[in-house]
């Protein structure tokens, strides 16, 4: 799609050399500083308009917009993508139009920093919009739009360099930017951009959907001191209005724990410090911040009572989320479990599959294994699962291996996750059929198979992957003793199970497609399947092994070949009673793999025990400690940096569609209720899903 109108920029960055922020995670590269930083600009367009008929704007940012026409928030984008590829927004926006004379307001920000968010740090920020009549082209973004510097933002880098905290101030505010007589006081003409390599995509994508919510329970602390609940985990920013003295300090507080003093947690486990102490005019400042941060609770404290309680709401975003999937059950714990993995799904989908919202905020490879396929069951948003599916595709042109996070400036490489492509892009075809995409995503898969082919040794097994961490699991303590030093990549790592099996996977699934697709088939997995078991596999005690010296046999290097399909059918009952005994001593994303192994070999009864257990590695841990998001290990303590949202851990929302309820694609797609009996201790119980259809 080309756009009509050009880029415009500020003087700031209209002669400045954009920065090539790719290459290889572990090839030394020097990367140049951005210029500029936490840079907030605010541009301007007065236009007249009739007010008939249909009007739309065709817009896009780099790194980020927040759209207002007469005053009135419209939407905000667009999502990360790499400049080759970019993203834009088209939006209806007949009824922001006045008849006679309108204002469009932007607010564009530039973060600077290298990151998993966007592809930032790179010396280009930019504007550029098509405002369409009846569908006919009336102006665009040129040198006629006026720009100015929003000064007021300062602030810390949070986390990993992911974010800045937002202490505002508000003695440097342009109140009433979005007012034309007040940016023709001050702003000037906008800039073009010098350079011109953006791509964009065929088709618009969606913006997050954004809302207000009210606290649940207000809690006055102190006599300037205000506690607010929200109920539940939420992402986004807070909202309020309050007047004070000029130079009067006022802060604000996020967190999604409470102390034991009853404060806010803003210093939270997940290394965000959620902290923003803002300077008042001394006339009426209107909070309302930027960026979003993840948080149930908020702390809002000055040194005297300025603040009406009841006006205070936030303002919640994540990609649309219509509810398709709906579980009922009286089995113990099974309903919560089944919420608070579909509250994650909810809110850490943002313009991406995050990692967190928190934290990383960015969308990994791995993780999507997971959080794709729950949406997808929960949503049936297709849309959102093919968009993830060609972001990583796009990242081959820094490595045909793909990387672990995309789109993004943080080049990091997991050799696991990459693996895991072919059956992403599977599990998208089994429920949609759309062999179209599955072609145009066919050259990926082969070129990940290609680029690892180079590890190869002579019977096939691959071994020494340095150009990509080898991860098995995380955090490291949740590996169950696994025997092989994998470091976090950068140098070669000897032979082992978990990235075979992961290899041979990928190239069954390879074949898979080539076989939909009508394409040869090298037909190896048989051969590779051989050396496995030559290797890791110990058939008089009937399990595999971490190593080729047969040192540990973790939980790891036995569930893989189950879900591989590479253990020997005489092999399942003891594979099975080794998985009972260690239940899930692994991370939340790998136990995935863990259950799906048992589902393969027809273990439900104990897939359905380990998904119910309440040991301290379980879903009921999370409840127990009192999680309304899943958690980014089974308990806070049991990672140094616990996030309290994480998307990795949805798996339940998989297992029971497709092996408790031994639902099909074509039952979730149809619609219906389905009920299923269940014996649990002695008492009978039941599980009723009910789907709507899915459109696909």
Known sequence: MNFISSWITTADFENIKPIDIFHKQFEPKEIEKSAFSNYHSHFVKEFYADGEGKYEIRIS???????????KFVCQGPAPAYTS????????????????????????????????????????MGLIADILHNGEFLFGTDESWLYGRAEEYGGDVIAYSTQFSE????????????????????????????????????NPVPN??????????????????????????????IYFKVKGKRGQKLCVKYGEELEEDGSVRFQMRCNCNYCDVCTLSGETDEFDFFDYKVFRYLQVECDENIFKPDEFYAIVRHHKFEERCVLKSDIPYLEEIW??????????????????????KGQYLGDFTVSGLAHLYLTGDTEMYKKALFDFAESAKVCKGIMAVAPGSFMQEIADFSLQYPLQAMNYYKLTGDIETLKGLYPTVEGIIKHFEQFERADGLIENVSDKWNLVDWPENLRDGYCVETGSGGYPVPLHNVLNAFYIGAVQIQEEIQNILELTTDNKSDKLKAAFLNVFYDSEKKVFYDDERHTHSSLHSNALPLY????????????????????LSCGVQFSYFVLKGLGRIGAYDEEFELLTNESEHSWVNMIREGA??????????????????????????????????????????????YIKEIYKDGRKYSIKLTSRPFSV
Not at 107 to 117: A, F, K, T
Request: aromatic fraction near 14%; include cysteine.
């Open 61 to 71: 940012a780099d790194d980020y917009y927040k759209l207002y026409i007469n005053d």
């Open 85 to 124: 590829s970019y993203n834009y927004n088209q939006i209806d926006i007949s009824n922001f139009i006045n008849k006679g004379e309108n204002i469009i307001a932007v607010h564009v920000y530039y973060q600077g920093l290298i990151n998993r968010v966007w592809n930032s740090g790179d010396n280009r």
């Open 167 to 202: 202490n505002i101030d508000f003695r440097k505010k342009k109140a009433d930017w979005k007012n034309i007589t007040s940016a023709k006081n001050g702003y000037k003409n906008s800039k073009f951009v010098r350079f011109q390599d953006w791509r964009f995509k065929d």
């Open 208 to 237: 997050v959907e954004v809302y207000t919510v009210k606290p649940v329970r207000v809690i006055k602390t102190g006599e300037a001191v205000y506690i607010m609940d929200f109920g539940h985990e939420i992402t986004g920013q």
């Open 339 to 360: 919420n608070i993995c579909k509250n994650t799904i909810k809110y850490s989908t943002q313009e991406g599959y995050l990692d967190c919202p928190s934290r990383e």
């Open 564 to 583: 591989f399909d590479i253990a020997p059918e005489n092999a399942y009952n003891n594979i099975k009673a080794l998985i009972m005994e260690k239940g």
């Open 628 to 673: 309304t998001t899943c958690f980014e290990a089974w308990g806070k303590e049991q990672k140094w940096n616990t996030s309290l949202c994480h998307p990795w851990a949805s798996a339940p929302i998989i297992i029971l569609i497709e092996d408790i309820m031994k639902l099909e694609p074509k039952d979730i797609l149809e619609g219906d209720e």
